[in-house]
């Protein structure tokens, strides 16, 4: 049985904690007696026959029909998956995305379908590259569909295959991929990793167009949204629950499948990272050792590409299908259930160590905005009822924030750095000022839609997922971080973690109290 | 004249003076009889044969002993695998239907079951075979090709792990051998079809894999070999180096109230759907399944020359197809301008 999370008190005899570097890790010693650490709580088992857990999803749905019955010889039918953003680390093969695919087809061959179409639901992420299709896909669906153009990756900038299927209560439109919405049934396998995933989320921004996200995507909605990980206070999901509605109504019948899997993120040899620290054995002490040194040596592109090649051994732990709103509900049951620690009382000094990878860089560079993207968005809104940290508190980051970008996958993102951010870091004050020039650029739609970039407008959203955590804070430190860019971000570069400190002693004074959320692996803080 | 008279008659008291040191030397071994040499068997008594030690009665028990396996590793990580490299170049496709299993602390034994064209089939399947049931592997041979002379029963078992089984029928004796090692933990490799395909199409299967899985509650994993009757088919007598490759399918496992026939029977549709795969694709083959068209694993049951016919047209398609095809191809730009 994995025992479950729980919150260390730091005190003298505590040893130093691991703490993220981007490609790197260090070991840093946390003040005793007024530092907590917030430890996860172990990889659950993974299912013993996932094979057997999803067939047996599809014949058991929950609020629909079995599969089966929703099949017939002469209807259109539409796969959507989740893009390489999920997992993170990308999980070894086979992908749980292939494992349901491939039994959605099994069932579609059985009753005799023809017209079956597969869409990689991107939103607007980059277009996946073939190695990655077959990583999530297989080799079997790959080279069964993409031949023939029936496996494809959504365009949310093609007018031409984008349909408007209603209107919110809220003025907000629904304009989704055409196929998708001429479809008799419309199935959605999903990874859901976090409790962010999943639900309506996956179609109504998967598939749809840019006008249609920039309804929840924005400064207001962000800023409303208490937490990412809590849908029912989440403006972003609010909005997006709306949308879900007006496609039931109107839109195709859409079979949700969704599937959850173990926090099992790491391989050998690198499993120490995911091992408490006091319980590292000596051959543990000695890899840490070996690969912190060598990643201090080696230069960035090359760590970048080991972490990068990581495959994570997760495995399933529970598939449910049916009718998309029943689905999540037991989806997130079942996420919270592995990723919720309970925790008293907020903090003066929340410290982050951030990682090598966020949703938005596989396979790719984490650049400077990613950083605050993964800090104050992913990492800040890993709670419930309330912040980690107190309002005007003070976050510490630790990540080199180098100057580093991707120009195939984040091309407006070296722009936005430049010009943007060089203007205004006010979520607002951009999106009013530079959004729409960014968002519809010529240059940038190119990209997007014919080579491997991020859409324009991708930054502000990256940039926007982070306004709730740059808004509360009072001061965001990030130690060891490039000083011109952290600078840039509207943030405070710091040597040291003791200089850190010292920084954030200026707004939470000589004795603050410290929290540390340790990484990895993912955990929700259920706040009192 | 007088002097070839004279050679004869020397040569004949040559011969008659050999014969009689014979003799003389012989002499004294005629006192030692039986128990020195073989007793004479009385009149009107039929002795009863000994019983044949080759063939299915051949005992294998020391060839899984440790010293044994050292040798058989070191043998097919080495010349075995060289071998396969060389002439058969083998892709191995369909491996991660059985990641689940191999990632389990202790996978379970499995009685995987390929079609078969070639006698290299084994050498490719044992490279194929993920180490997890690598090591612990033993192959069912016929017992009278690969058991009817010593040193070739030998080598079978010392070599492969060979375990000697009669083609027509699985008797009782086998089927408790098989058992018993499957209950050790072992897996097996059987040819349901009991022999190489003699024309290219595959032969009706036998029931023994979908028996022994039945009897032990093991999972049978259908397979398709393609490539290696091209290589090295029935008949052929020597080797053509060329590509192969090996799809595993899905394990099967007996379902409540179905019988061996009906069990072997999907086994076969189960290779037949991974032969499908390999000339078309995943989703065609699931269709073709699905819509119960006709197996294509055995071809079409008409004359001789249209069953040749079409196996060259699937050969075509398949990897064995792309041996004589040049690896890089240039694309077409057109007329020559200018």
């Known amino acids: 049985m994995p025992r479950p999370g729980f919150v260390l008190d730091v005190d003298r005899s505590t040893p130093p904690m691991l703490f993220w570097h981007g490609e790197k890790f260090s070991l840093e010693r946390l003040p005793a007696d007024r530092s907590r650490v917030i430890y996860p709580a172990e990889s659950f088992p993974g299912l013993t026959d996932p094979q057997a857990a999803i067939r047996d999803a599809l014949e058991h749905p929950l609020d629909m029909d079995p599969l089966r019955a929703l099949l017939h010889a002469d209807m259109k039918l539409t796969i959507c998956f989740d893009d390489a953003s999920l997992s993170l680390p990308k999980m070894r093969r086979p992908d749980s995305r292939q494992r349901i695919i491939e039994a959605v087809l099994d069932l579609a061959a059985e009753a005799g379908v023809d017209d079956v179409h597969i869409i990689a639901a991107l939103g607007l992420h980059r277009r996946m590259h073939d190695y990655e299709l077959r990583h999530v896909l297989g080799n079997r669906i790959f080279d069964a569909f993409a031949p023939n153009g029936t496996l494809y990756q959504h365009d949310a900038e093609d007018p031409e295959n984008l349909t408007v299927l209603g209107e919110t209560d809220h003025g907000e439109v629904l304009e989704i991929n055409k196929r998708v919405a001429d479809s008799d049934l419309v199935v959605y396998a999903n990874v859901n990793q976090v409790a962010m995933d999943g639900g309506w989320k996956s179609l109504v921004t998967g598939v749809a167009s840019y006008r249609c996200l920039s309804h929840h995507h924005n400064p207001e909605s962000l800023q409303n949204t208490r937490s990412l990980m809590d849908r029912h206070h989440s403006a972003l999901h609010h909005s997006i629950w709306r949308l879900g509605k007006v496609l039931r109504d109107n839109g195709p019948k859409v079979f949700q499948i969704e599937s959850t899997i173990n926090t099992d993120a790491f391989p050998s040899p690198f499993e120490f990272l995911s091992k408490r620290e006091w319980e590292w054995t000596a051959r543990d002490r000695m890899t840490y050792l070996a690969t912190a040194k060598t990643l201090d040596r080696l230069p960035r592109r090359a760590a970048r590409k080991i972490f990068h090649g990581i495959e994570a051994p997760y495995a399933m732990t529970g598939v449910y299908a049916g009718f998309t709103e029943s689905v999540h509900e037991r989806t997130l049951e079942d996420v919270y259930r592995q990723h919720i620690v309970e925790v008293e009382g907020q903090t003066d000094i929340l410290t982050l160590g951030v990682p090598f990878i966020s949703p938005y860089n596989p396979e790719s560079i984490m650049n400077p905005i990613l950083v605050m993207c993964m800090g104050l968005g992913y990492m800040f809104n890993m709670y419930r009822n309330k912040p980690l940290v107190r309002e005007g508190g003070v976050i510490i980051m630790t990540h080199p924030t180098y100057r580093d970008f991707h120009p195939v996958h984040h091309p407006s993102y070296i722009d936005f750095f430049d010009e943007v951010l060089s203007d205004t870091t006010d979520p607002a004050v951009m999106s009013e000022k530079w959004e729409r020039r960014y968002a519809e650029d010529e240059w940038y739609r190119h990209l997007y839609r014919t080579g491997n970039a991020y859409h324009g407008v991708h930054p502000f959203y990256a940039w926007y997922w982070g306004a709730h955590g740059q808004q509360w804070a009072g001061k965001v430190i990030i130690v060891g971080g490039d000083p011109t860019a952290v600078r840039r971000m509207g943030f405070t570069p710091a040597s040291t973690m003791d200089d850190a400190f010292e920084l954030a002693s200026d707004v939470v004074g000589r004795s603050p109290s410290i929290t540390h959320l340790h990484v990895p692996s993912v955990l929700v803080a259920d706040v009192k | ?338």
């Open chain 2, 1 to 338: 004249m007088a002097s070839k008279r004279h050679l004869t008659r020397r040569a004949q008291q040559l011969a008659a003076r050999t014969e009689h040191a014979i003799r003389v030397v012989a002499k004294p071994l005629a006192k030692y009889g039986f128990p020195w040499r073989s007793p004479t068997v009385p009149r009107g008594i039929t002795v009863p044969e000994k019983p044949d030690t080759l063939g299915g009665n051949f005992e294998t028990d020391w060839a899984r002993r440790p010293l044994a396996s050292v040798f058989r590793s070191a043998f097919t990580a080495g010349p075995m695998k060289l071998m396969t490299t060389v002439l058969a170049r083998p892709e191995v496709l369909g491996l991660d239907r059985l990641t689940d299993l191999a990632r389990l602390d202790d996978p379970p034994p499995l009685i995987f079951a390929p079609d078969h064209h070639s006698h290299l089939d084994t050498s490719v399947m044992i490279q194929a075979i993920p180490p997890a049931w690598r090591r612990d592997l033993v192959v069912a041979a016929a017992a009278d090709y690969f058991f009817d002379k010593r040193w070739k029963a030998t080598f079978s078992a010392l070599a492969l792990n060979a375990i000697p089984i009669d083609r027509e029928a699985t008797g009782r004796q086998s089927a408790d051998l098989f058992r018993d090692l499957i209950d050790d933990g072992r897996s097996l490799l059987i040819y349901p079809e009991g022999g190489r395909s003699p024309d290219g199409w595959a032969q009706p299967f036998k029931g023994g894999a979908a028996y022994l899985s039945a009897k032990t509650g093991v999972a049978v994993v259908p397979v398709h070999i393609e490539g290696t009757g091209a290589i090295f088919g029935k008949g052929m007598k020597k080797p053509r180096p060329g590509r192969t490759r090996v799809i595993f399918g899905e394990p099967l496992l007996s379902l409540p109230d179905e019988n061996t026939r009906r069990y072997n029977a999907r086994i076969e549709a189960a290779v037949g759907r991974l032969t499908e795969e390999s000339v078309s694709d995943y989703w065609t083959a699931a269709r073709r399944a699905a819509a119960g068209a006709a197996n294509r694993l055995e071809g079409p049951s008409t004359s001789s020359w249209r069953r040749k016919w079409l196996l060259t047209e699937r050969r075509h398609r398949e990897i064995s197809g792309r041996n004589n095809r040049p690896d890089r191809s240039w694309p077409n730009l057109g007329p020559r301008q200018k």
